[in-house]
C-alpha cells in the first residue's frame, strides 16, 4: 500500500499535495475506493503553514472568526489559520483580540464534547470548523448540532478534501475537491460493490489514517 499510490497537487499552490491510495478502506460512516492521505499537510511545518495560506483567501475581511474548531488533527493547519485570517484582518470580538484555537473531546458514540473548561470558546462565538475531510457529511452534521448546542455561531466551513461544496446552505471551502479526484467513491456498508465483488478490504481509515486488516 505505501508504494502505490497517486500524488495530487493543489491547484492553488505547488506546495500543497496529497497522496491517494486506490483500494477498498472502510470509514466510521461508508466505505470508500481510495484512501486520500494527508499526513504531510498536517504534520509538516511549510506545508500546514501553505495549506492555511489558501485556505484565509476565501474568507474576506467583513468576516467575524472567534474560535476555529480542529477535527481529525488539523491542530497546526488551525493554529496558522488563525494566524492568517487576523493577518488579513478578520475580527475577532474575543477580549484578548485573538482566535481561539481548540480540538473538542468525542465521546464514545461519537458526540462532539465541550468541557465546562473550555466551553467559552464557543457559546456566543463566530466559530468555523476545520477539518481533514468532508465526504458523507455526517461528522459536519455533528459538528454544526454541537456547535449550536453550545450556543456558537457558524463563521464558516473549511475542510482539505471535500466531496459536497456545501451542507444545509454552508459553502464549504476546501483545499482539494472531488474535482481533484472524480474516480473517489463512497458507498453506504450494506451497498458497497467491492464487498459484493468480494474484494478484500485494505485498512481501516479515518481522519487521523489507517491501520491495514
Known amino acids: 500500500m505505501d508504494e502505490n499510490y497517486i500524488k495530487i497537487r493543489s491547484k492553488h499552490s505547488t506546495e500543497s499535495f496529497l497522496r491517494v491510495f486506490p483500494g477498498h478502506f472502510v470509514t466510521n460512516h461508508s466505505h470508500v475506493n481510495y484512501y486520500v492521505d494527508m499526513t504531510a499537510l498536517k504534520a509538516r511545518m511549510k506545508e500546514a503553514q ?5 485556505i484565509a483567501s476565501y474568507y474576506t475581511m467583513n468576516q467575524v472568526v472567534d474560535t476555529i474548531i480542529c477535527m481529525d488533527g488539523t491542530e497546526v493547519i488551525g493554529a496558522f489559520l488563525a494566524e492568517e485570517l487576523q493577518n488579513s484582518g478578520i475580527r475577532n470580538v474575543n477580549a484578548h483580540n485573538t482566535i481561539y484555537v481548540v480540538s473538542p473531546e468525542t465521546d464514545s458514540s461519537g458526540r462532539i464534547v465541550f468541557r465546562d473548561n473550555n466551553k467559552f470558546m464557543v457559546e456566543n462565538r463566530n466559530v468555523m470548523i476545520l477539518l481533514a475531510t468532508a465526504t458523507t457529511g455526517i461528522t459536519l452534521e455533528r459538528s454544526l448540532t454541537c456547535i449550536k448546542y453550545y450556543g ?34 463512497t458507498y453506504p456498508f450494506d ?14 481509515v479515518n481522519g487521523y489514517g489507517y491501520s491495514k486488516i
Open 50 to 54: 501553505n495549506a492555511a495560506k489558501t
Open 152 to 185: 456558537g455561531k457558524i463563521a464558516g466551513i473549511s475542510a482539505l478534501y471535500s466531496v459536497p461544496n456545501k451542507i444545509f446552505g454552508y459553502p464549504i471551502v476546501s483545499l482539494f475537491s472531488q474535482a481533484d479526484l472524480p474516480q473517489y467513491k
Open 191 to 204: 451497498k458497497c460493490p467491492l464487498c459484493q465483488q468480494g474484494v478484500r478490504i485494505d485498512a481501516m
